[in-house]
Nanobody, 125 residues
Framework: QLVESGGGFVQVGGSLRLSCAASGRTRTNTPTAWFRQAPGKEREFVAGIDWTSGSISYEDSAKGRFIISRDNAKNTVYLEMSNLRPEDTAIYFC????????????????????WGQGTLVTVSS
């Protein structure tokens, strides 16, 4: 089970930290990823981190503004978002696959089996 928290309303240029708490056994060599979905748009990959290696990947617009990290002891993945823009407004979901997921399959939602309920981020200008 994945539970997100930390969304909210923020002004342009502001910051938020999202958390994704995972219950149950985390699998080795699997990623936990953040996706987001804006109204009328498809769900898109934002960032992902491998539980075992710590390997990270970001979607282009997140690079330099967002930081994904993990706390293995707490089974929690974080997404630190800064310099937020109106186009970052979306529901943010964390996701994990059922089993191992090779890197090239990280970027689409279909590789993921477990999803959180989502947390809304609204960036106002």
């Amino acid at each position: 089970q994945l539970v997100e928290s930390g969304g909210g309303f923020v002004q342009v240029g502001g910051s938020l930290r999202l958390s994704c708490a995972a219950s149950g056994r985390t699998r080795t060599n699997t990623p936990t990823a953040w996706f987001r979905q804006a109204p009328g748009k498809e769900r898109e990959f934002v960032a992902g981190i491998d539980w075992t290696s710590g390997s990270i990947s970001y979607e282009d617009s997140a690079k330099g503004r967002f930081i994904i990290s993990r706390d293995n002891a707490k089974n929690t993945v974080y997404l630190e978002m800064s310099n937020l823009r109106p186009e970052d407004t979306a529901i943010y979901f964390c996701a994990a696959p059922y089993n191992r997921l090779i890197r090239s399959n990280w970027y689409g939602p279909h590789g993921y089996y477990y999803w959180g309920q989502g947390t809304l981020v609204t960036v106002s200008s």
